[in-house]
């Protein structure tokens, strides 16, 4: 049975490249897409009108910085599932945005395997 069975995503990237990676990678494993976002302040809006199960999440983009996007899902829904995604493995950056509220961190490129244990361990599976 495929892992995320009709679970909802949101994905935000700025690169469209990333987000069908991300795209295929979760529609591979059973879950549903309802939504894309090219920058923070459309992953804010988003997030609100789709309240999606799990939310990844780019840290560089435009208009609004994905580790404020954090901040600001978190304030609100403490319980969010969000997955940090970022071509940077900075320590710093990845102990914050834990710190804040984000349930894993993968790095790009995108490997199927890795961002699937990520979203196990996020989901508690």
């Known amino acids: 049975m495929p892992l995320g069975t009709g679970q909802t995503v949101l994905i935000v990237d700025d690169s469209p490249v990333m987000r069908q990676m991300l795209v295929k990678i979760f529609e591979n494993e059973g879950f549903k897409v309802v939504g894309q976002a090219a920058d923070g302040e459309e992953a804010l809006t988003l997030f609100e009108e ?9 840290i560089v983009m435009p208009k609004i910085r994905g580790t404020e996007v954090l901040e600001t899902i978190m304030s609100k829904h403490p319980k969010s599932n969000i997955i940090m995604a970022s ?3 900075d320590a710093r950056t990845v102990m914050h945005c834990l710190k804040i509220g984000a349930k894993q961190y993968i790095i790009k490129p995108y490997d199927e395997d890795k961002v699937m244990t990520a979203v196990k361990k996020a989901l508690d599976l």
């Open 50 to 58: 789709l309240r999606p199960e799990i939310t990844t999440l780019d």
């Open 87 to 89: 071509s940077v493995s």
